[in-house]
């Protein structure tokens, strides 16, 4: 079955503490994306990665990282996590950044920062 | 900077009535206009999209109308049913490929 997975789904943790959130597609897909969605501000890219080594920031980069050693995985790292990262990130993908790629989404990792 | 307007926040219907939801965006380059369904505890899923070529698509109950010179989108939902119920996202490709999302509106529709 296509689908993108993430790692955990629920997660809670304290301020300054790193972590770490997995994203894989079984796609085969070149753009990978990572978003957090917050009430009344719908999905925000975060960071974005167009292939294996190429990433760049997306409209809210601060406070996370990521990397993309694989095709396939595309994790997103708070290297000190702060109450305001608390949200709820989806990870994406889609076979590039052309007119006709679908993107599919991930489940969801609900993160909570105390 | 490229944005995307997404109204109403929330919408409640009755089941059988119809809901529309708009959207405008500032990008005038922008040739792709997908939209989402997102249910509870769910990642958003491609229910339908269009392209700039067209006006007008339909698949069973929903449909997307797009107005280019105004740069306005519409989903039509018609004969709702309790399992519409979700949040929907509009979606808008800007400069690069990026998709820019709508702020999302939480339908229900009530038995």
């Known amino acids: 079955e296509a689908q993108v997975t993430q790692n955990p789904r629920y997660l809670i943790t304290v301020t300054g503490k790193k972590l770490t959130v997995t994203c894989s597609q079984n796609?085969?897909?070149?753009?990978m994306s990572w978003y957090r969605q917050d009430p009344g501000l719908g999905l925000r890219q975060i960071y974005y990665s167009m292939n294996v080594e190429v990433t760049d920031k997306g409209d809210v980069p601060e406070g996370y990282k990521v990397s993309r050693k694989e095709k396939r995985n595309f994790p997103l790292i708070l290297e000190s996590p702060s109450p305001n990262q608390t949200s709820l990130y989806f990870c994406a993908s889609r076979g590039d950044r052309g007119l006709n790629n679908e993107q599919f989404f991930g489940p969801g990792t609900r993160l909570t920062v105390l | 900077g490229e944005n995307v307007e997404q109204h109403p926040s929330t919408l409640s219907v009755q089941e059988g009535d119809s809901a529309v939801i708009k959207c405008t965006y500032s990008d005038s380059a922008s040739n792709y206009f997908p939209w989402y369904k997102q249910e509870l505890g769910k990642g958003p899923q491609l229910i339908i999209d269009?392209?700039?070529?067209?006006g007008e698509k339909k698949d069973q109950r929903i449909a997307v109308t797009l107005n280019k010179t105004a740069k306005h989108f519409s989903l039509h939902i018609t004969e709702t049913q309790p399992e519409d119920s979700a949040v929907y996202f509009c979606a808008a490709i800007g400069s690069g490929g990026k998709l820019i999302f709508g702020q999302g509106t939480e339908l229900s529709v009530k038995p």
């Open positions: 796609m085969n897909h070149e753009y």
């Open positions: 269009i392209r700039s070529n067209v």
